[in-house]
């Protein structure tokens, strides 16, 4: 099948990277001027030389939109050297959904307070430690000390006792921020979603439309990759996230997870059939052979990528405080086996690359131009994602529209341009459908001349049923009539001896 891109030139070359170009440039100007992902009220006190320090917090006018709720530490090193402290946090969470009267606290003393107990509820009551770890005039680490996965109440009020074990020399200050999703985000995330799922949807219509009555073996090895990457899309871009909001199930977060790990797991697999199955002639592309060793790698890197997943979802529903970083053990076992299979696999993509620039080029030179506008789609592609990860750990960029809009616009402008790239020529695609056309025909043909065959033959073994009808007939009939004869003769001849005997012995 010949495609578009085989005929193109350099101008059509120049002018689709512009448009990619251009496409990304305005979804990232967009995200930059969107909302940040996260608010923040943030709470600090000085510390002095006691070994106690109380916090109170008030998160207020809360309602789903907003998702989530955590509160983070840390504390602040003044001093000209480094140091490691343990720190002791006791929290007490309290929920409220119908405060009326803002100035009506939590019962925080224990005391009997009747007003108080009716309209708060004491949701969480925990004692954690954790080792605060100070550079010499610098933040100390950060602790996540409250993750609430899903708002429960409207109103949260929070009490945070931090005791150390030694008195608090070296930390000149501690702050306690509290983040919940911001609901301008909720809405911006939403719009951008169900945008990218209608485009989405109709460039699948409009292909399923163009390439009716063309049976699937006849697709190129781009198109057939092109086809499954439209529909891990549709799923990336995740038509169900709204459940997400109206639901408090973890099952709903755990499908989200699952549809964006297979998007990127399906992607990399994509990109590593294609380098390698372009150099094989097209009948000799076994599943055995193509396909199975890559899916094994890339399954055990998607269901390890699941299991830390999932993992990290059930202990921060058990423990509002937990941190993988104090959960070293437990993860041992599934990260190496991560590294090993994202290890293997990307080993695996490079050396396809490699065979494939070696062969195409000596073997396959008609395959050039596929070759190289893949490739050079996958390098431009792979760079944006790295940036996008590398960004993402920075504090300006990290939980931001810019950030969510970057990934979000990279992946769906990749692919949907690609797959009109990847269309038949005009005369190609007629070629095909007469040709399907011209076989169903000849099939239709053949099952008419095969009844008409059939029929004939049952005509003629009747009428030979017939035959052999009234041979049979006419045969008893003879035999019948002969038999009759013979016996009028017998009859006669006796009747005659008879009337001989009977005048001879008159005579006598």
Not at 215 to 239: C, H, M, S, V, W
Not at 325 to 341: K, L, T
Not at 427 to 432: A, V
């Amino acid at each position: 099948m010949k495609l578009l891109i085989e005929n193109w030139g350099k101008f059509q070359f120049v002018t689709f990277f512009i448009t990619f170009t251009f496409l990304v440039a305005i979804s990232l100007t967009i995200g930059g001027s969107g909302p940040y992902h996260y608010e923040t009220r943030e709470s600090a006190k000085e510390t002095d030389q006691s070994k106690s320090t109380i916090f109170y917090l008030e998160a207020t006018g809360l309602d789903r939109l907003n998702q989530m709720l955590f509160v983070e530490s840390h504390f602040y090193n003044d001093n000209n050297f480094g140091f490691e402290r343990t720190v002791e946090m006791s929290i007490k969470i309290w929920g409220s959904n119908n405060l009326k009267d803002k100035t009506i606290i939590p019962n925080v003393y224990g005391q009997v307070d009747e007003v108080s107990d009716k309209v708060w509820k004491l949701i969480q009551d925990t004692t954690h430690k954790r080792t605060v770890t100070c550079e010499k005039k610098d933040n100390c680490t950060r602790h996540t000390i409250i993750y609430e996965p899903y708002i429960h109440y409207q109103n949260y009020f929070v009490q945070i006792d931090a005791e150390t074990e030694h008195d608090k020399n070296g930390f000149s200050e501690m702050y306690i921020n509290t983040y919940f999703v911001n609901r301008s985000m909720a809405y911006f995330e939403l719009f951008w979603r169900y945008a990218f799922v209608i485009i989405d949807i109709i460039v699948i219509a409009y292909l399923v439309r163009l390439f009716s009555g063309i049976p699937f073996r006849d697709f190129t090895i781009e198109q057939k990759g092109i086809a499954y990457l439209l529909l891990l899309l549709l799923f990336f871009n995740n038509p169900l996230w709204p459940t997400i909001l109206l639901s408090h199930s973890s099952f709903v977060q755990v499908l989200d997870a699952i549809f964006s790990v297979t998007f990127f797991i399906g992607l990399f697999g994509y990109w590593w059939i294609i380098f390698d199955g372009l150099r094989y002639v097209k009948h000799s592309r076994t599943f055995l052979k193509t396909f199975i060793p890559k899916f094994i790698p890339l399954f055990g890197f998607w269901i390890t990528f699941l299991i830390i997943f999932i993992w990290t979802r059930i202990h921060e529903k058990n423990d509002p405080q937990y941190e993988t970083i104090n959960d070293i053990p437990g993860f041992v076992i599934a990260h190496v086996f991560f590294w090993i299979f994202f290890a293997i696999s990307f080993l695996g993509l490079i050396y396809s690359i490699i065979r494939g620039f070696k062969e195409i080029i000596t073997n396959h030179p008609e395959l050039k131009k596929r070759f190289y506008f893949f490739f050079t789609n996958f390098i431009i592609v792979f760079i944006l994602v790295i940036v996008v990860l590398i960004g993402g750990f920075l504090p300006k960029i990290r939980n931001t529209a810019l950030e969510f809009s970057a990934t979000f616009a990279i992946m769906n402008v990749y692919i949907i341009l690609n797959s009109l790239s990847y269309l038949p020529t005009r005369d190609t695609l007629n070629d095909l459908k007469n040709s399907a056309h011209t076989k169903l025909e000849d099939e239709n043909n053949g099952m008419s001349d095969d009844s008409k065959s059939e029929i004939s033959n049952d005509i003629e073994l009747s009428n030979e049923n017939i035959t052999s009808s009234e041979s049979n007939e006419k045969s008893e009939s003879n035999d019948k009539s002969e038999s009759d004869d013979k016996s009028e003769s017998n009859e006669k001849s006796e009747s005659n001896e008879k009337s001989e005997s009977n005048e001879k012995s008159e005579s006598d």
